[in-house]
Nanobody, 123 residues
């Protein structure tokens, strides 16, 4: 079992920045990949960014060059630095852990999820 707790969400104006954090506990040594996902009201959950244990990353096209995913293995913490936020980025953001397979934005591969942190971007 892996427990995940997100923090760092909030309300910002367009063009602003936020850094999300996700603290992991439990059997974190079993993870192969961690990721950030988001879900806006009335929309499906979508992948934002993932990072494998070797540090390799992958991003959704909509956030490339604006968002940066990173991890601190010593602290078992995942981060998402979000710059130049836009109203379209408004959503609940979730972190998740994948234990098997290749690291990708495929939601179904992620077994453990946090409760989410809300990000709201206004014009």
């Amino acid at each position: 079992q892996v427990q995940l707790v997100e923090s760092g969400g909030g309300s910002v104006q367009s063009g602003g920045s936020l850094r999300l954090s996700c603290a992991a506990s439990g059997n974190t040594y079993t993870r192969r990949c961690m990721g950030w996902f988001r879900q806006a009201p009335g929309k499906d959950r979508e992948g934002v960014a993932v990072i494998a244990v070797d540090g390799s990353t992958s991003y959704a096209n909509s956030v490339k060059d604006r968002f940066t995913i990173s991890q601190d293995n010593a602290k078992n913490t995942l981060y998402l630095l979000m710059n130049n936020l836009q109203p379209a980025d408004t959503a609940m953001y979730f972190c998740a852990v994948q234990q098997y397979g290749a690291c990708s934005l495929h939601i179904a591969d992620f077994a453990y999820w946090g409760q989410g942190t809300q990000v709201t971007v206004s014009t």
